[in-house]
């Protein structure tokens, strides 16, 4: 089935750097979910975008979903320490109930 | 803030030995899910439920897993005979689908070790 690849899969920052995580997909996507898993915790949703060419922002968070809904982003800016966790990408399937998820980012910051 | 609870959140169990999972979802929310995550791995679908009956599952929910919703607050995950590769974390989840944000609300999680 579809699944949202998502890169790169390991990411180590400077506190205060920026950076920013992709997901992307063969097929058009109907949405995307953002997730975030602090180590050991469990998947918190972030955000869903829906429409072509979306920009959220939550704070130092920008989402955005490409205009040909085949790829989103998640962009942080100055990392802090309470960023580290895993960032998962997620699409509800057009016609299906389940969430699906891509493989995740990690991300770690060295203070 | 309304969450999802989930019993225990550490299971050791023997092989070929039954494990229910236990779920109460947030109250008002009428889809139910159990999603599994193997240690460092992606959270993978098992199966969704909906109106008292599974809605769809995955290839990986087979004849071994059972859920059930025995009352009007529990969400339960049967697992018949554990294999040493059911060992994972088991994240239930609720949301309202009518909802606008789309959200999964997802469980703290129950640590399922098989030996």
């Known amino acids: 089935g579809q699944q949202v690849m998502q890169i790169p899969q390991y990411q180590h920052v400077q506190e205060g750097e920026d950076f920013t995580t992709y997901c992307n997909s063969s097929t058009t996507l109907s949405n995307i979910q953002w997730y975030k898993q602090r180590p050991g915790g469990h998947p918190v949703f972030l955000i869903q975008l829906v429409k072509s060419g979306e920009v959220k922002k939550q704070k130092r968070l920008t989402f955005q979903f490409g205009e040909a809904k085949k790829n989103s982003s998640l962009h942080i800016t100055a990392t802090q320490t309470t960023d580290v966790g895993t960032y998962f990408c997620?699409?509800?399937?057009?016609?299906?109930?389940?969430?699906?998820f891509g493989k995740g980012m990690k991300l770690t910051v060295n203070p | 803030e309304p969450e999802v609870t989930q019993t225990p959140s550490h299971q050791v169990t023997q092989m070929g030995q039954e494990v229910i999972l236990r779920c109460v979802p947030i109250s008002n929310h009428l889809y139910f899910y159990w999603y599994r995550q193997i240690l460092g791995q992606k959270v993978e679908f098992l199966v969704s439920f909906y109106n008292n009956e599974i809605s769809e599952k995955s290839e990986i929910f087979d004849d071994q897993f059972s859920v059930e919703r025995p009352d009007g607050s529990n969400f339960t995950l049967k697992i018949r005979s554990t294999k040493l590769e059911d060992s994972a974390m088991y994240f239930c989840a609720s949301s309202d689908r009518d909802q606008n944000t789309g959200e999964l609300f997802f469980g703290e999680g129950s640590r399922l070790t098989v030996l």
């Open positions: 997620a699409e509800i399937q057009g016609g299906s109930e389940k969430l699906v």
